[in-house]
Nanobody, 124 residues
Framework: QVQMVESGGGSVQAGGSLRLSCAASGNTSGSKCTSWFRQSPGKERDWVAFIYTVDGRTVYADSVKGRATISRDNAKNTVYLQMNSLKPEDTGMYYC?????????????????WGQGTQVTVSS
């Protein structure tokens, strides 16, 4: 079993920045990738970015490309999401997710392990 705990959310004005953290515990061996997703009220949970465990390659959704940076500290089993130039449309609950199998790292259905989420609110 893998446990994921997010933190770092908050309320900021448009143009501000936040750094989200996702700490994983439990049996994380074999993890292929870790993703961040976000969900706004009344909307689907959308993929934001993922990072490969082995080589650290990163992939971003077009909506955050150039404004977000996903990174990881393997020693701490923690993945981060730095969000800059935040916009009101970035508001939502942000979740991290992990999987120990192979598959589509950008697909919500790929991930069996999820955190409880951390709220990001961006005001205009």
């Amino acid at each position: 079993q893998v446990q994921m705990v997010e933190s770092g959310g908050g309320s900021v004005q448009a143009g501000g920045s936040l750094r989200l953290s996702c700490a994983a515990s439990g049996n994380t061996s074999g993890s292929k990738c870790t993703s961040w997703f976000r969900q706004s009220p009344g909307k689907e949970r959308d993929w934001v970015a993922f990072i490969y465990t082995v080589d650290g390659r990163t992939v971003y959704a077009d909506s955050v490309k150039g404004r977000a940076t996903i990174s990881r500290d393997n020693a701490k089993n923690t993945v981060y999401l730095q969000m800059n130039s935040l916009k009101p449309e970035d508001t939502g609950m942000y979740y991290c997710a992990a999987s120990r199998t192979n598959g589509n790292c950008a697909a919500r259905s790929f991930y069996p392990y999820w955190g409880q989420g951390t709220q990001v609110t961006v005001s205009s």
